[in-house]
């Protein structure tokens, strides 16, 4: 178990008796799954620059390798699992009362694990839908190499997933800076908290007075601002925070 569940009166405060939970996740908790980040070592972003591939203007300029990459990306993913990491997050949903996980992840494993409550910031790459006309559409085909037209308008097939430069889903992004800051538990684990706005989302539940929780095997643009990291991976420490609340709740 880990020492500082015992010793640290106010994480362990924090994690017994808060009844506002809200979670942020980043790529780093499906690395264990297999589904690579973007900023480590061998992240995503290592092998291809962002302006490169995912915003607006690399898929008008060059649609077929965006479209491949996505693809590529699609079937990396296809066969990959969800890991004690999200596992244990679909647990920690019914320990508290009101509890949000906000993801910016776009492999859906959070609700493949059980979360209910998920809400995707920056969309999911398993759904497409048209770039004229916004018509989701379904494309089984994972090998797919053609990028495929819209039957309503003829326009491209892109993935359903927020670009560089665009606008996030407005009830996603609304929904977590509300639930941000008014939370009293606030839990960022994963992501390297780069990227706005939901870099934001830690600093607005500071703000509102709420425990930030950190848990990453690295320092992030965050460390130094929140009350706790666990420097661990998500696979590793989240059962164990779920079995400490289990086990001390309610005593
Ligand atoms: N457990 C927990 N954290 C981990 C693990 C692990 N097993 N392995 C790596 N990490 C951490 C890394 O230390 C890093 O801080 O995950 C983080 C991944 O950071 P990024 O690759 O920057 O991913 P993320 O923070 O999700 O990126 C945010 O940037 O490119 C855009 O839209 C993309 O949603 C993405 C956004």
Redesign the pocket.
């Known amino acids: 178990m880990l020492q500082e569940l015992e010793t640290n009166t106010e994480l362990k405060n924090a994690l017994l008796n808060s009844s506002n939970v809200v979670i942020l996740?980043?790529?780093?908790?499906s690395?264990?799954s297999g589904v690579p980040?973007?900023?480590?070592k061998e992240?995503?972003?290592k092998k291809y620059r962002?302006e490169e591939l995912?915003n607006a203007d690399a898929f008008m300029q060059n649609p077929q390798l965006v479209w491949e990459w996505y693809q590529w990306r699609r079937r990396l993913i296809h066969d990959v699992k969800p890991n004690p990491?999200h596992y244990a997050l679909a647990e920690m949903e019914k320990l508290y009362p009101n509890f949000t996980l906000v993801t910016?992840?776009?492999d859906g494993l959070h609700r493949e694990a059980g979360s209910s409550n998920v809400v995707e910031?920056?969309g999911n790459i398993r759904r497409n839908k048209c770039f004229d006309c916004g018509k989701f559409v379904e494309v089984p085909d994972l090998d797919l190499q053609e990028t495929p037209k819209c039957e309503s308008c003829g326009g491209l097939i892109r993935p359903d997933?927020?670009w560089?430069g665009e606008m996030l889903p407005a009830d996603a992004i609304n929904l977590a800076f509300n639930v941000s800051r008014a939370c009293d538990l606030f839990i960022s684990?994963?992501?390297?908290?780069?990227?706005h706005p939901?870099?934001s989302l830690p600093v607005m539940a500071m703000q509102g007075g709420a425990y930030v929780l950190e848990?990453?095997?690295?320092a992030?643009a965050i460390t130094p601002s929140v009350d706790h990291t666990f420097y661990?991976?998500?696979?590793?420490i989240l059962p164990d925070i779920v079995k400490f609340v289990k086990e001390n709740r309610n005593q």
């Open positions: 996740t980043g790529a780093g908790i690395a264990e980040t973007f900023r480590d992240g995503l972003w962002p995912a990491g910016q992840n776009v910031l920056h997933v927020v560089f684990v994963g992501t390297s908290a780069l990227v939901a870099a848990v990453n095997p690295n992030t661990a991976p998500s696979g590793e």
